[in-house]
C-alpha cells in the first residue's frame, strides 16, 4: 500500500540521518503512530471544514448557535466518514468476513464517534456561552475527542477477535 510505502521511505530516512532509535521505537508503536497521523489528518479535515462552514458557507446565519451547531454536525460528518476508513485500512488493518460483520463495525465506530461528538458540542456551545473562541474550542474539543476516540476504537470496535 502507498501508506506503507510513505511510511518506510521515512523510516529509512531517520535511519539515515542516525535516528535510528526512533525509527524502531515507531515500528514498536506502528499502530498507535498511525492512529496519531491519521487522527491529526481527521482534525484537519474536521477543523478546515467547520471553519469554512462557519464562516464561508453559513456566514449568513443570523443565530451564532445555530451557524456553530450546523458546521460542527456537518464537519463531524465528513470527518467521520475518513476517520473510519483510515482507521479500518491503515491503523487498526480491520478485517471482516462478510456484510454482518462490517455493518456492525460501521454501527459501534459510528456510535462510538457519535457519543464523542455530543461531547464536542458540548463543549462548543459552552464556548458560546463563555464567549470562548470557537476556532480555540474546537482545537481543544478534538485533542479530548482524539484520546477518546482511540481508547474506543481499540477497545469496542476494532478489537482483536
Not at 479535515?45 to 454536525?73: C, F
Not at 484520546?147 to 477477535?161: D, E, H, R, W, Y
Request: hydrophobic share 55%.
Amino acid at each position: 500500500m502507498l501508506v506503507d510505502k510513505i511510511e518506510e521511505i521515512a523510516l529509512k530516512i531517520l535511519e539515515k540521518i542516525k535516528l535510528g532509535i526512533v525509527a524502531n521505537w515507531y515500528r514498536k508503536h506502528q499502530e498507535g503512530m498511525r492512529y496519531l497521523i491519521f487522527g491529526a489528518l481527521t482534525t484537519i479535515v474536521n477543523i478546515l471544514s467547520y471553519a469554512i462552514l462557519s464562516s464561508v458557507i453559513l456566514k449568513w446565519i443570523p443565530s451564532e448557535s445555530i451557524k456553530v451547531n450546523t458546521s460542527e454536525i456537518i464537519s463531524f460528518i465528513i470527518s467521520i466518514i475518513f476517520a473510519y476508513i483510515t482507521n479500518k485500512i491503515y491503523v487498526f488493518k480491520s478485517k471482516t468476513n462478510n456484510i454482518h460483520e462490517l455493518l456492525k463495525e460501521i454501527t459501534s465506530f459510528t456510535g462510538c464517534r457519535i457519543f464523542t461528538e455530543i461531547l464536542s458540542i458540548l463543549m462548543m456551545n459552552i464556548a458560546i456561552w463563555l464567549h470562548i473562541n470557537d476556532i480555540l474550542m474546537k482545537v481543544v474539543a478534538n485533542i479530548v475527542v482524539i484520546i477518546l476516540n482511540f481508547v474506543l476504537s481499540k477497545i469496542l470496535v476494532f478489537a482483536k477477535k
